[in-house]
């Protein structure tokens, strides 16, 4: 079945570092890939998303690209601050019909000091 | 704009017990659907309701039940509690018009224990 594989953490960096979260993903079609965050004691929230290959999701910057070839859809961001600490999960979903599931990886927990 | 609210916050239960958890849907969205996400683990789909009717299942067994109110709103019912059930249980409302899903907006979840 589809799956969603991502680095495993913690990742910990210093403040201004320059951050990577792996992503791979397995899927009979064309998924469309999210990044979504949680911040301690709160839900998801949509980081950003690609629905076709050699799109490039960006928010706050962050930016992933969709790379049909590698099945990645890394996240990356030039210089973090200490308010992305938080969990990141990567997620997959077939097609965009209504009742199609998300498929989350496990999550990689980010921890930035000053 | 409300977002998705999800009660009760925290919750502990005992194993054979029955508990039901409630979501209200962000307003103008019309699908609900429901993760259970283990501690250290990514979320995983439930179920997802759609104008009242289950239109997505994920893998878990029957106990796990829900329902759609007229308004959008939504209940999880898990039943025989087992002790594997503790989790954050999360509901993601969007706006689903036909083949096509807008993003999930997520509440910040119910955090079952089961002793």
């Known amino acids: 079945g589809d799956s969603v594989t991502q680095m495993e953490g913690p990742v910990t960096l210093s403040e201004e570092a320059f951050l990577t979260i792996n992503c791979t993903y397995t899927?009979?079609?064309?998924?469309?890939l999210f990044w979504y965050v949680q911040y301690p004691g709160e839900g998801l929230q949509l980081l950003l998303k690609?629905?076709?290959?050699?799109d490039k999701g960006s928010n706050k910057g962050f930016e992933a690209t969709y790379r049909k070839e590698t099945t990645s859809f890394h996240l990356e961001k030039g210089s973090v601050q200490v308010s992305d600490s938080a969990v990141y999960f990567c997620?997959?979903?077939?097609?965009?019909?209504?009742?199609?599931?998300?498929?989350f990886g496990k999550g990689t927990t980010l921890s930035v000091s000053s | 704009e409300t977002g998705v609210t999800q009660s009760p916050t925290h919750l502990i239960k005992t194993r054979g017990q029955q508990v039901t958890l409630r979501c209200s849907s962000q307003?103008?969205?019309?699908?609900v659907s429901w993760y259970q996400q283990a501690l250290g683990q990514g979320p995983q789909f439930i179920f997802q309701?759609?104008?009242?009717?289950?239109?997505g299942r994920g893998n878990f067994p029957p106990r796990f039940s829900g329902l759609q109110f007229p308004n959008y709103s939504s209940e999880l019912n898990v039943n025989a509690l087992e002790l594997d059930d503790s989790a954050l249980y999360l509901c993601?409302?969007?706006?689903?018009?036909?083949?096509?899903?807008?993003?999930?907006?997520f509440g910040n979840g119910t955090r079952l224990t089961v002793t």
């Open positions: 997620a997959s979903r077939e097609g965009n019909q209504a009742g199609t599931a998300l498929i």
């Open positions: 899927a009979t079609g064309y998924p469309s």
């Open positions: 690609a629905t076709k290959a050699d």
């Open positions: 307003s103008g969205h019309n699908t």
């Open positions: 309701y759609y104008r009242e009717e289950e239109n």
């Open positions: 993601a409302s969007s706006l689903a018009a036909g083949r096509d899903n807008s993003p999930l907006h």
